[in-house]
């Protein structure tokens, strides 16, 4: 049913289905490491966020010592993916993001300083 493909295309595809497998493998990776490295910043803003906000801070302890500034700030920044910040109504979107902000400062803080298996219910 259909046209046959032709080697090329038989190429791209077998290609594009790696990069799909690869990616889900390092997506399983991220969530392994991320639930034993932060579990409390894991289960507030999931593992994406969490891992970016990691990254951009450079270690999790960075994160943890990084100081609450009066800079010019983005209005949602890193966070903006997440899905509390999502399920808001455009009204609120601007008011949870500084507060979800800080709730995610003190997990981070949890994270790297209280020690193993600090995980909150």
Known sequence: MGQDLSPLDLINVKTFAQKVM?????????????SDIAPNL????????????????G???NLAKALKTRGNTPKYGLIFPSSFIGQASAKNKGR???YLANKC???????CFAGKNQ???
């Not at 990616?23 to 490491?33: A, G, M, T, W």
């Not at 400062?105 to 994270?111: H, K, P, T, V, Y």
Request: proline letters at 2%; charged letters at 25%.
């Open 119 to 121: 995980k909150l219910e």
């Open 96 to 98: 949870i993001a500084p």
């Open 105 to 111: 400062s003190i997990a981070s803080r949890i994270d």
């Open 59 to 61: 270690s999790l302890t």
């Open 42 to 57: 894991t289960a507030l803003i999931g593992e994406m966020v969490g891992a970016r906000l990691i990254s951009h801070a």
């Open 22 to 34: 690869d990616r889900k493998k390092l997506y399983d990776y991220l969530v392994s490491k991320m």
